[in-house]
T-cell receptor
């Protein structure tokens, strides 16, 4: 069965630090990959997505992610975090060409200290 | 567009009662998804519909759970009878059919006491 693994459960950073959140998935075929963010008490919002093409994907709010097929990875990065980036981040995949049918990772809680 | 609209936002009910969660997808979207979020299990897909037809309900935990989509603009998720372990945040999402992103509602926080 397909699965998604996020390496870190809780990351604490100071403002202006660089961020990298790990995500690995298990599936041998074609996948579509997503990162969602959930601010405290809010719904899930799409940060970025990868369907095909350039493996380096840029999203909203200065986030980017790189799809490395050989490593089954889709890590999320941001060069300089802000206090407002405090949230929970979810990596997700879909394999059925049905964009909303997602398998989510466990989530990584990011706390940014001002 | 108002986005995906869920109601109620919060629901507190007693064990054994029937609970109905509601969802209005984004107009024009023809796929609808129900997810459950808990601390223990994270985000899980319960069921999804394409063009009002249930396609995959393998994530529905028990027969106590049922979902309907009587038309393109409305879906319900019902739990009868409810149990304390059903306490969770339930999200509805919608998308265009096929390989497109899903948009999530604000969620319904259900507490069963």
């Amino acid at each position: 069965a397909q699965s998604v693994s996020q390496h870190n459960h809780h990351v604490i950073l100071s403002e202006a630090a660089s961020l990298e959140l790990g995500c690995n998935y298990s599936y041998g075929g074609t996948v579509n990959l997503f990162w969602y963010v959930q601010y405290p008490g809010q719904h899930l919002q799409l940060l970025l997505k990868y369907f095909s093409g350039d493996p380096l994907v840029k999203g909203i709010k200065g986030f980017e992610a790189e799809f490395i097929k050989s490593k089954f990875s889709f890590n999320l990065r941001k060069p300089s975090v802000q206090w407002s980036d405090t949230a929970e981040y979810f990596c997700a995949v879909n394999v059925d060409n049905q964009g909303g049918k997602l398998i989510f990772g466990q989530g990584t809680e990011l706390s940014v200290k001002p | 567009d108002a986005g995906v609209i869920q109601s109620p936002r919060h629901e507190v009910t007693e064990m054994g009662q029937e609970v109905t969660l509601r969802c209005k997808p984004i107009s024009g979207h023809n796929s609808l998804f129900w997810y459950r979020q808990t601390m223990m299990r994270g985000l899980e897909l319960l069921i999804y519909f394409n063009n009002n037809v249930p396609i995959d309900d393998s994530g529905m935990p028990e027969d106590r759970f049922s979902a309907k989509m009587p038309n393109a603009s409305f879906s319900t998720l019902k739990i009868q009878p409810s149990e304390p372990r059903d306490s969770a945040v339930y999200f509805c999402a919608s998308s265009l059919e096929g390989n497109t992103e899903a948009f999530f509602g604000q969620g319904t926080r259900l507490t069963v006491v």
